[in-house]
């Protein structure tokens, strides 16, 4: 990173509202037959609770107007919220198309937001970093989900750990929550670096398989097989459908409406996971 990751982690912590899960009327079921030798995190509604159960790069994150427009004072920015929203979405969906058109096309784009608001703002590339960061914090607080510290404890507690991972969508800064909120990197938390396959490393987004497939090389050169590997994640489209097709068996976390994502009108969606957890406490059997 060329940023502090400390200053970072303080920005995305700046605007925390201490969220709770909202439950969403769904019951645990399902079994894993054998203790996982590997186990693989979605981010963003699943180790975290998100106001808007995605990252703020969706156009549909909450818009916190008065936590935004105190950021832009900050920044000396003197442009109107609505305004400069608007700008960025359009600049969003531009670099969407322009990684459509590429050959071979990118079918699922990533865009990477420190590079869009250097473009937008006009700024040097640290405070474009910082400004990414604190946009986020402002449009789409986060809270840690309840026992997601709990269960990586009850992982590094064990005697035959599984490797852990992460296949998010995700910015730059996102690997800097768990700093933030955790007081721990990755690393200390237990992470595999390689395993952490983040979206806007490729440019490309869930639910492409290319993300899960990357994960399966790293875990080939481990040893580990995909159908000893379980994906856990919120949404059954960008997680469960291409964990699946990947190899891996899969977990439905379903512990908050807000990101809860069923799709039961999308085809690819229709089938039913190995394992269905309203809590992340629900996993430590399998740890």
């Known amino acids: ?87 960025f979405f359009r600049e969003v969906r531009t670099e969407h198309d322009r990684l459509r058109s590429l050959d071979p096309p990118v079918e699922y784009p990533e865009v ?26 402002a449009v789409n607080p986060v809270s840690p989900m309840p026992a997601a510290e709990e269960l990586l404890r009850a992982v590094a507690a064990s005697p035959s750990p599984p490797v852990l991972g992460l296949v998010s969508n995700a910015q730059f800064f996102t690997p800097l929550l768990f700093d933030a909120f955790f007081g721990k990197p990755l690393r200390e938390l237990g992470f595999d670096r390689e395993l952490c396959v983040f979206s806007f490393l490729f440019r490309e987004a869930k639910p ?34 291409p964990a699946r097709a990947a190899g891996f068996r899969t977990c439905l976390f379903a512990g908050d409406l807000r990101s809860l994502r069923l799709r039961n009108d999308d085809p690819r969606c229709g089938f039913d996971p190995d394992l269905v957890i309203t809590g992340l406490m629900e996993l430590a059997p399998y740890v």
């Open 112 to 137: 990477r937001t420190e590079e869009l608001w250097r473009r937008l703002l006009g700024v040097d590339a640290e405070t474009a970093g910082r400004f990414a960061a604190a946009y986020e914090a």
């Open 208 to 241: 492409s398989v290319r993300l899960f497939l990357r994960a399966v090389e790293v875990l080939a050169g481990r040893g580990i097989r995909t159908d000893e590997t379980v994906f856990v994640g919120n949404d059954m489209l960008n997680d469960l459908y």
């Open 1 to 87: 990173l060329m940023y502090d990751a400390a200053e970072i982690a303080a920005i995305l912590k700046k605007n925390e509202r201490n969220l709770r899960p909202i439950p969403a009327g769904i019951e645990s079921r399902g079994t894993l037959s054998a203790k996982p030798k590997a186990l693989l995190f979605d981010i963003y509604g699943t180790l975290f609770i998100s106001a808007s159960g995605d990252i703020g790069t969706a156009e549909n994150a909450p818009f916190g107007r008065e936590t935004l427009a105190a950021a832009l004072r900050e920044f000396g920015i003197a442009e109107d919220p609505e305004t400069l929203k608007a700008r």
